[in-house]
């Protein structure tokens, strides 16, 4: 017989998360923020960007440091 764990990960949902949570949380972010889907759209696409592009650049700058020892 398989752990109790594994039995109930059947009884949940397929969905990710609670599909009414994340509309609640859409709703409120609206209200506070302001700000359109499009708007929403692109900071994320700038943070999705961001991340990599800053570890590079963090990566560059530790390569470059003197008497760095290989």
Do not use: C
């Not at 994340?22 to 929403?40: A, E």
Request: net charge neutral.
């Amino acid at each position: 017989m398989p752990p109790a764990f594994l039995l109930s990960l059947a009884l949940h949902h397929g969905d990710a998360a609670d599909p009414e949570l994340l509309i609640w949380i859409k709703q409120r972010l609206d209200l506070l923020l302001g700000l359109g889907p499009w708007t929403v759209v692109a900071l994320v696409a700038m943070l999705i960007v961001a991340f990599p592009v800053a570890l590079v650049l963090f990566y560059l700058l530790q390569n470059r440091r003197p008497g760095r020892e290989a």
